[in-house]
Protein backbone atom coordinates (compact mmCIF):
# COMPACT_ATOMS: atom_id res chain seq x y z
CA UNK A 1 0.00 0.00 0.00
CA UNK A 2 1.19 3.37 -0.91
CA UNK A 3 1.42 6.48 1.64
CA UNK A 4 0.89 9.81 -0.03
CA UNK A 5 1.14 12.92 1.91
CA UNK A 6 1.14 14.87 -1.07
CA UNK A 7 -0.88 16.41 -3.82
CA UNK A 8 1.36 15.16 -6.56
CA UNK A 9 1.76 11.87 -4.96
CA UNK A 10 -1.59 10.82 -5.25
CA UNK A 11 -1.52 12.36 -9.30
CA UNK A 12 1.31 10.05 -9.87
CA UNK A 13 -0.13 6.88 -8.40
CA UNK A 14 -3.53 7.38 -9.40
CA UNK A 15 -2.52 8.01 -12.98
CA UNK A 16 -4.73 6.39 -15.60
CA UNK A 17 -6.19 4.27 -13.18
CA UNK A 18 -10.44 3.76 -12.27
CA UNK A 19 -10.12 5.27 -8.88
CA UNK A 20 -12.62 4.47 -5.63
CA UNK A 21 -12.33 6.97 -3.20
CA UNK A 22 -13.26 6.77 0.75
CA UNK A 23 -12.39 9.94 2.49
CA UNK A 24 -12.25 9.49 6.14
CA UNK A 25 -10.99 11.44 8.95
CA UNK A 26 -9.30 8.45 10.36
CA UNK A 27 -9.98 6.65 13.79
CA UNK A 28 -11.17 3.64 11.37
CA UNK A 29 -13.22 0.59 12.68
CA UNK A 30 -15.17 -2.13 10.68
CA UNK A 31 -17.89 0.68 9.54
CA UNK A 32 -15.07 2.24 7.23
CA UNK A 33 -13.25 -1.27 6.18
CA UNK A 34 -17.32 -2.36 4.74
CA UNK A 35 -16.37 1.66 2.69
CA UNK A 36 -12.82 0.14 1.31
CA UNK A 37 -14.09 -3.72 0.94
CA UNK A 38 -17.03 -1.97 -1.29
CA UNK A 39 -14.66 0.03 -3.50
CA UNK A 40 -12.10 -2.84 -4.04
CA UNK A 41 -15.30 -5.44 -4.79
CA UNK A 42 -16.03 -2.81 -7.58
CA UNK A 43 -13.01 -3.49 -8.78
CA UNK A 44 -11.28 0.32 -8.26
CA UNK A 45 -8.20 1.29 -7.51
CA UNK A 46 -8.70 2.19 -3.95
CA UNK A 47 -7.85 5.20 -2.35
CA UNK A 48 -8.29 6.51 1.12
CA UNK A 49 -8.12 9.54 2.81
CA UNK A 50 -7.61 10.18 6.64
CA UNK A 51 -7.95 14.52 7.29
CA UNK A 52 -9.45 15.68 10.28
CA UNK A 53 -10.85 18.52 8.61
CA UNK A 54 -11.08 21.38 10.62
CA UNK A 55 -13.66 23.63 8.83
CA UNK A 56 -16.29 20.95 9.58
CA UNK A 57 -15.91 21.17 13.05
CA UNK A 58 -18.14 24.04 14.62
CA UNK A 59 -16.64 23.08 18.69
CA UNK A 60 -13.36 23.80 18.82
CA UNK A 61 -13.07 21.04 21.43
CA UNK A 62 -14.87 17.97 19.30
CA UNK A 63 -11.93 18.83 16.94
CA UNK A 64 -8.91 18.91 19.44
CA UNK A 65 -10.38 15.67 20.93
CA UNK A 66 -11.02 13.90 17.63
CA UNK A 67 -9.08 10.71 18.28
CA UNK A 68 -6.25 9.96 16.50
CA UNK A 69 -5.13 6.09 15.30
CA UNK A 70 -2.47 6.58 12.67
CA UNK A 71 -0.59 3.45 12.92
CA UNK A 72 -3.54 0.96 13.47
CA UNK A 73 -4.74 2.92 10.58
CA UNK A 74 -2.34 2.50 8.15
CA UNK A 75 -2.32 -1.53 8.97
CA UNK A 76 -5.74 -2.21 8.90
CA UNK A 77 -6.23 -0.54 5.63
CA UNK A 78 -2.59 -2.61 4.58
CA UNK A 79 -4.82 -5.93 5.70
CA UNK A 80 -8.13 -4.88 3.67
CA UNK A 81 -5.66 -4.39 0.57
CA UNK A 82 -6.43 -0.63 -0.09
CA UNK A 83 -3.83 0.27 -2.94
CA UNK A 84 -2.69 3.86 -1.15
CA UNK A 85 -3.67 6.08 1.43
CA UNK A 86 -3.16 9.56 1.21
CA UNK A 87 -2.47 10.99 4.57
CA UNK A 88 -2.09 15.37 4.28
CA UNK A 89 -1.40 17.85 6.16
CA UNK A 90 -3.57 20.93 6.36
CA UNK A 91 -1.57 23.01 4.42
CA UNK A 92 -1.76 20.25 1.74
CA UNK A 93 -4.90 20.30 1.19
CA UNK A 94 -5.98 23.85 1.92
CA UNK A 95 -4.86 26.72 -0.33
CA UNK A 96 -5.25 30.43 0.51
CA UNK A 97 -8.59 31.55 -1.15
CA UNK A 98 -10.06 28.36 -0.29
CA UNK A 99 -12.44 29.38 1.93
CA UNK A 100 -14.29 31.74 -0.50
CA UNK A 101 -15.34 31.24 -4.19
CA UNK A 102 -15.61 27.77 -5.78
CA UNK A 103 -15.38 25.36 -2.99
CA UNK A 104 -18.00 27.27 -1.20
CA UNK A 105 -21.24 25.39 -1.80
CA UNK A 106 -25.02 25.95 -0.44
CA UNK A 107 -28.16 23.32 -0.30
CA UNK A 108 -30.57 25.09 0.78
CA UNK A 109 -32.71 23.43 4.18
CA UNK A 110 -30.42 20.25 3.56
CA UNK A 111 -27.60 22.28 5.09
CA UNK A 112 -29.60 24.27 7.85
CA UNK A 113 -31.97 21.51 9.28
CA UNK A 114 -31.06 18.62 11.51
CA UNK A 115 -27.53 18.40 11.46
CA UNK A 116 -27.12 22.16 9.83
CA UNK A 117 -29.48 23.59 13.03
CA UNK A 118 -27.18 21.82 15.20
CA UNK A 119 -23.68 22.11 13.88
CA UNK A 120 -23.79 25.13 11.95
CA UNK A 121 -21.50 25.34 9.00
CA UNK A 122 -20.91 21.97 9.25
CA UNK A 123 -22.04 20.67 5.75
CA UNK A 124 -20.45 23.99 4.31
CA UNK A 125 -17.02 22.68 5.36
CA UNK A 126 -18.04 19.09 4.44
CA UNK A 127 -18.41 20.19 0.62
CA UNK A 128 -15.73 22.15 0.94
CA UNK A 129 -13.26 19.57 1.79
CA UNK A 130 -15.01 16.65 -0.29
CA UNK A 131 -15.08 19.34 -3.29
CA UNK A 132 -10.80 20.21 -2.94
CA UNK A 133 -10.37 15.82 -2.42
CA UNK A 134 -12.23 14.94 -5.46
CA UNK A 135 -9.88 17.57 -7.68
CA UNK A 136 -7.37 16.06 -6.22
CA UNK A 137 -7.84 12.01 -6.09
CA UNK A 138 -10.65 12.73 -9.08
CA UNK A 139 -12.55 9.20 -8.39
CA UNK A 140 -14.93 7.42 -10.56
CA UNK A 141 -17.00 6.11 -7.64
CA UNK A 142 -17.00 7.92 -4.04
CA UNK A 143 -18.07 6.00 -0.96
CA UNK A 144 -19.81 7.28 2.59
CA UNK A 145 -21.71 5.37 5.23
CA UNK A 146 -25.22 5.59 5.97
CA UNK A 147 -25.12 6.65 9.23
CA UNK A 148 -24.39 10.51 8.40
CA UNK A 149 -27.44 10.29 5.99
CA UNK A 150 -27.69 14.11 5.98
CA UNK A 151 -23.71 14.26 5.14
CA UNK A 152 -24.70 11.23 2.30
CA UNK A 153 -26.98 13.59 0.78
CA UNK A 154 -24.75 16.43 0.82
CA UNK A 155 -22.47 14.80 -1.13
CA UNK A 156 -24.74 13.59 -3.79
CA UNK A 157 -26.01 16.84 -4.23
CA UNK A 158 -22.51 18.68 -4.24
CA UNK A 159 -21.95 15.76 -6.97
CA UNK A 160 -24.40 16.18 -9.33
CA UNK A 161 -23.41 20.34 -8.84
CA UNK A 162 -20.07 18.62 -10.15
CA UNK A 163 -21.34 17.98 -13.59
CA UNK A 164 -22.60 14.22 -11.69
CA UNK A 165 -19.16 12.23 -13.39
CA UNK A 166 -18.39 10.67 -9.58
CA UNK A 167 -20.79 8.09 -8.49
CA UNK A 168 -21.58 8.34 -4.83
CA UNK A 169 -22.04 5.09 -2.97
CA UNK A 170 -23.99 4.93 0.73
CA UNK A 171 -23.05 1.87 2.42
CA UNK A 172 -25.23 0.23 5.28
CA UNK A 173 -24.36 1.44 8.48
CA UNK A 174 -22.12 -1.29 10.51
CA UNK A 175 -23.75 -1.58 13.69
CA UNK A 176 -22.01 -3.47 17.21
CA UNK A 177 -23.70 -6.55 18.50
CA UNK A 178 -25.75 -4.21 20.74
CA UNK A 179 -27.14 -1.89 17.30
CA UNK A 180 -24.86 0.89 18.20
CA UNK A 181 -23.96 2.06 15.26
CA UNK A 182 -20.08 1.99 14.42
CA UNK A 183 -18.48 5.36 15.09
CA UNK A 184 -14.80 6.50 15.66
CA UNK A 185 -16.58 9.21 18.76
CA UNK A 186 -17.91 5.99 20.31
CA UNK A 187 -13.78 5.08 21.68
CA UNK A 188 -14.62 8.08 23.26
CA UNK A 189 -17.43 6.81 25.53
CA UNK A 190 -17.04 4.98 28.86
CA UNK A 191 -18.08 1.32 28.98
CA UNK A 192 -21.34 2.58 31.10
CA UNK A 193 -21.81 4.83 28.56
CA UNK A 194 -20.97 2.52 25.79
CA UNK A 195 -24.46 0.57 27.85
CA UNK A 196 -25.92 3.46 27.43
CA UNK A 197 -25.93 4.38 24.20
CA UNK A 198 -27.63 1.70 22.84
CA UNK A 199 -30.77 3.22 23.89
CA UNK A 200 -30.06 5.58 20.11
CA UNK A 201 -30.97 1.99 18.39
CA UNK A 202 -33.79 1.21 20.24
CA UNK A 203 -35.75 3.97 19.45
CA UNK A 204 -34.68 3.71 16.09
CA UNK A 205 -35.84 -0.09 15.65
CA UNK A 206 -39.18 1.33 18.33
CA UNK A 207 -39.81 3.79 15.38
CA UNK A 208 -39.28 0.92 12.28
CA UNK A 209 -41.75 -1.34 13.96
CA UNK A 210 -44.28 1.32 15.06
CA UNK A 211 -44.35 4.36 12.56
CA UNK A 212 -47.30 2.31 10.61
CA UNK A 213 -49.50 1.71 13.41
CA UNK A 214 -48.89 4.69 16.20
CA UNK A 215 -48.86 8.64 15.68
CA UNK A 216 -45.22 10.09 15.17
CA UNK A 217 -46.21 12.52 17.76
CA UNK A 218 -46.92 9.66 19.92
CA UNK A 219 -43.17 7.91 19.14
CA UNK A 220 -41.42 11.11 19.88
CA UNK A 221 -42.94 11.73 22.70
CA UNK A 222 -42.08 8.27 23.78
CA UNK A 223 -38.69 8.74 22.95
CA UNK A 224 -38.37 12.14 24.43
CA UNK A 225 -39.41 10.35 27.93
CA UNK A 226 -37.02 7.58 27.13
CA UNK A 227 -34.05 10.50 27.39
CA UNK A 228 -35.09 12.48 29.66
CA UNK A 229 -35.28 9.97 32.20
CA UNK A 230 -31.10 9.65 32.34
CA UNK A 231 -29.60 13.35 33.39
CA UNK A 232 -26.61 12.31 31.24
CA UNK A 233 -28.62 12.28 28.09
CA UNK A 234 -29.51 15.69 26.25
CA UNK A 235 -31.76 14.77 22.88
CA UNK A 236 -31.38 17.30 20.05
CA UNK A 237 -33.47 16.16 17.55
CA UNK A 238 -35.54 12.66 17.02
CA UNK A 239 -37.64 13.18 13.63
CA UNK A 240 -39.40 10.97 10.74
CA UNK A 241 -38.16 12.23 7.57
CA UNK A 242 -38.68 12.12 3.87
CA UNK A 243 -35.19 10.84 2.33
CA UNK A 244 -35.34 12.61 -0.76
CA UNK A 245 -36.22 16.17 0.72
CA UNK A 246 -35.60 15.69 4.61
CA UNK A 247 -39.09 17.28 5.39
CA UNK A 248 -40.23 16.11 8.55
CA UNK A 249 -43.52 14.15 7.82
CA UNK A 250 -46.63 12.70 10.28
CA UNK A 251 -47.76 10.03 8.21
CA UNK A 252 -46.34 6.80 6.89
CA UNK A 253 -46.89 7.28 3.20
CA UNK A 254 -43.65 5.39 1.59
CA UNK A 255 -40.21 4.69 2.76
CA UNK A 256 -39.04 6.98 5.05
CA UNK A 257 -36.27 7.47 8.11
CA UNK A 258 -36.19 8.18 11.31
CA UNK A 259 -33.05 10.14 12.50
CA UNK A 260 -31.64 11.02 15.83
CA UNK A 261 -28.97 13.18 17.17
CA UNK A 262 -28.42 12.71 20.79
CA UNK A 263 -25.52 13.83 23.88
CA UNK A 264 -24.21 11.39 26.06
CA UNK A 265 -22.01 13.11 28.54
CA UNK A 266 -19.98 14.81 26.15
CA UNK A 267 -19.73 12.85 22.90
CA UNK A 268 -22.46 13.76 20.58
CA UNK A 269 -23.89 10.34 18.85
CA UNK A 270 -25.89 10.18 15.45
CA UNK A 271 -28.18 7.68 13.96
CA UNK A 272 -30.97 6.58 11.19
CA UNK A 273 -32.67 4.14 10.53
CA UNK A 274 -35.07 3.15 7.23
CA UNK A 275 -38.64 2.37 7.61
CA UNK A 276 -39.64 0.68 4.68
O1 LIG B 1 -17.60 11.44 7.41
C1 LIG B 1 -16.44 11.90 7.60
O2 LIG B 1 -15.58 11.25 8.18
C2 LIG B 1 -16.11 13.31 7.12
O3 LIG B 1 -17.21 14.14 7.24
C3 LIG B 1 -15.55 13.33 5.69
C4 LIG B 1 -16.58 12.86 4.67
C5 LIG B 1 -14.31 12.48 5.61
C6 LIG B 1 -15.16 14.77 5.29
O4 LIG B 1 -14.18 15.27 6.14
Not at 191 to 218: E, R, W
Request: aromatic share 10%.
Amino acid sequence: MIIAKSRAEVKRYTEGETVGFVPTMGALHEGHGTLVTASKDDGNYTVVCIFINPSQFNNPSDFENYPINLEDDIAYLDSLGCDLVFIPKVYEVYRSGDDEGRYIHHFGSLETRFEGEFRPGHFRGVAQVVHILFEIVEPAMAYFGEKDIQQLAVVRALSSKLGGKIAIVGIETKREKSGLAMSSRNLRLTSDQLQKATLIHQCLTMAQSGFKSKSVVSIKEEVRLKFEADAEWNLEYFEVIDPQTFDPITVWAGPCRAVVAAHLGEIRLIDNIAIP
